[in-house]
């Protein structure tokens, strides 16, 4: 028989949220939006730099831009939802892109929601109030 992945233990306090985009406007956008919000944001600037960051703050909802330098989007997203103790961790997908076979893409993925830029603030909270129940 097999065991079924325990959720992770997490501290008290803010929600974290984590945001990977290699573009540094939308990364401080996406943080300004959602600390006003009442958020913690860890950011990261691509899908390597990104896992660190998973293990040692363990977000609860993570947004990951696709078009990204080493390992995109996609890559990255499956990485997450591969590994029994982040899969349920929600992973929305960003891009400019708004086409039925990037949003399909993001589905086999493993993606959970797909957010096209640019985004609004009003956009990302509800994003994350859909995914995460304080």
Same mark, same amino acid.
């Given at each position: 028989?097999?065991?079924?992945?325990?959720?992770?233990?997490?501290?008290?306090?803010?929600?974290?949220?984590?945001?990977?985009?290699?573009?540094?406007?939308?990364?401080?956008?996406?943080?300004?939006?959602?600390?006003?919000?009442?958020?913690?944001?860890?950011?990261?600037?691509?899908?390597?730099?990104?896992?660190?960051?998973?293990?040692?703050?363990?977000?609860?909802?993570?947004?990951?831009?696709?078009?990204?330098?080493?390992? /995109?989007? #996609?890559? =990255?997203?499956?990485?997450? !939802?591969?590994?029994?103790?982040?899969?349920? *961790?929600?992973?929305?997908?960003?891009?400019?892109?708004?086409?039925?076979?990037?949003?399909?893409?993001?589905?086999?993925?493993?993606? /959970?929601? #797909?957010? =096209?830029?640019?985004?609004? !603030?009003?956009?990302?909270?509800?994003?994350? *109030?859909?995914?995460?129940?304080?």
């Amino acid at each position: 028989m097999s065991q079924a992945a325990q959720p992770v233990e997490r501290e008290p306090g803010p929600i974290k949220v984590l945001v990977i985009d290699d573009s540094n406007t939308i990364r401080r956008s996406a943080e300004m939006f959602l600390r006003q919000a009442g958020y913690e944001v860890i950011l990261a600037e691509d899908g390597f730099d990104a896992l660190a960051k998973i293990a040692d703050h363990q977000p609860r909802l993570i947004f990951v831009d696709i078009m990204m330098p080493r390992l /995109d989007g #996609y890559q =990255t997203c499956a990485l997450i !939802k591969q590994n029994p103790k982040l899969k349920a *961790t929600p992973v929305i997908m960003l891009s400019s892109k708004d086409g039925v076979f990037d949003r399909a893409r993001g589905r086999l993925a493993g993606s /959970d929601r #797909y957010l =096209t830029k640019p985004f609004t !603030k009003e956009g990302l909270v509800a994003a994350v *109030t859909e995914y995460v129940k304080s």
